[in-house]
Antibody
């Protein structure tokens, strides 16, 4: 059974860069699409972007200028970087894996608060 | 404002049936892309409920069913149980090779 686990700082200063890792266990990171999805407190889900194991990426147009998703197949993990953060970027960040076109596997989520 | 439109809330009594709609456009659902549904309980990660418009993953009760027609998809829950109280989200791929979510529906 594939398991995903997010890790990273829970507090980020405004204007700085948010960085999160997602470690994949129970399966290979190869031959799959890996995504980041976030959920502001009390609000709905927002798709951030995905990366294929080969390194190709696609981002939400509204975040594209600030987002970078990368992958390290040798360490079975992928990462999210979101630059120039503001309070509006405060959210629970989930990593997830696509299977047969749907997000079948999710991490437990990592709350990131943007505040000084 | 979400790209896919869902009612903010629906309610029903135990044993009743409720339907949640998810309306998109010709850029996503109407383009022929599959719709997937997720259930999210408070403080938990979303979990896949319906994939490919109408397919139930292993372990999902057959009380849950999905359908799609044109630009709109629907999730129907029959024989409501107290444990069904949760938030429900739809999602679809898009012509722009991105994913979009509905705003979510709270089932009471």
């Amino acid at each position: 059974q594939v398991r995903l686990q997010e890790s990273g700082p829970g507090l980020v200063n405004p204007s700085e860069t948010l960085s999160l890792n997602c470690t994949v266990s129970g399966g290979s990171i190869s031959n799959s699409y890996w995504s980041w999805i976030r959920q502001p407190p009390g609000k709905g889900l927002e798709w951030i972007g995905y990366i294929y194991y080969s390194g190709s990426t696609r981002y939400n147009p509204s975040l594209k200028s600030r987002v970078t998703i990368s992958i390290d197949t040798s360490r079975n993990h992928f990462s999210l970087r979101l630059s120039s953060v503001t309070a509006a970027d405060t959210a629970v960040y989930y990593c997830a894996r696509l299977r047969d076109g749907a997000y079948a596997y999710w991490g437990q989520g990592s709350l990131v608060t943007v505040s000084s | 404002q979400s790209v896919l439109t869902q009612p903010p809330s629906v309610s029903g009594a135990p044993g009743q049936r409720v339907t949640i709609s998810c309306t998109g456009s010709t850029s996503n659902i109407g383009a022929g892309y599959d719709v997937h549904w997720y259930l999210q309980r408070p403080g938990k990660a979303p979990q896949l409920l319906i994939s490919g418009n109408s397919n139930r993953p292993s372990g999902v009760p057959d009380r849950f069913s999905g359908s799609k027609s044109g630009n709109t998809a629907s999730l129907t829950i029959s024989g409501l149980q107290a444990e069904d109280e949760a938030d429900y989200y739809c999602t679809s791929y898009t012509r722009g090779s991105t994913w979009v979510f509905g705003g979510g529906t709270k089932l009471t």
